[in-house]
C-alpha cells in the first residue's frame, strides 16, 4: 500500500467509502470530510495522473491542473513505481464510461 501504514482508524475511512454509490454521495461525503481546498487538490492531482498516462508534458499539465511541477513529479513517480492506485482507479473509470456508452448507443 505504498507508504501508508495501515491502522483501525484508517482501515475504518476505507471502509466508509466503499459505502458510497453514487458521484452525489461523494460530493455529500467528501464535503463533510474535507476542506473545498483539499478536495481540489485531490481532484488536481487525479487530472495531473490522468494526463500523465495520456502522455501529457508537465508544462502543459501544470498550466491546465495549476500544480506545481514537484507534485507533477510526485504523482508520476507514484504511477511509475508505487502501488498503481492511480492505474487501477483510471482504468476502472476508463471501462466504466466504455460500458455506459456502449449502452447508451454512443
Known sequence: MGNVNKDEKLTYLFKGILTLETVEDCYDFFADLCTPAELQEMSRRMQAAKMLRDGHIYNE??????????????VNRC????????????????????????????
Do not use: C, M, P, Q
Open 61 to 74: 499539465i501544470a498550466a491546465t491542473t495549476g500544480l506545481s511541477t514537484a507534485t507533477i513529479s510526485r
Open 79 to 106: 504511477l511509475k513505481y508505487s502501488s498503481e492506485g492511480y492505474l487501477k482507479v483510471l482504468d476502472d473509470i476508463e471501462k466504466r464510461e466504455k460500458r455506459r456508452n456502449l449502452y447508451d448507443g454512443v
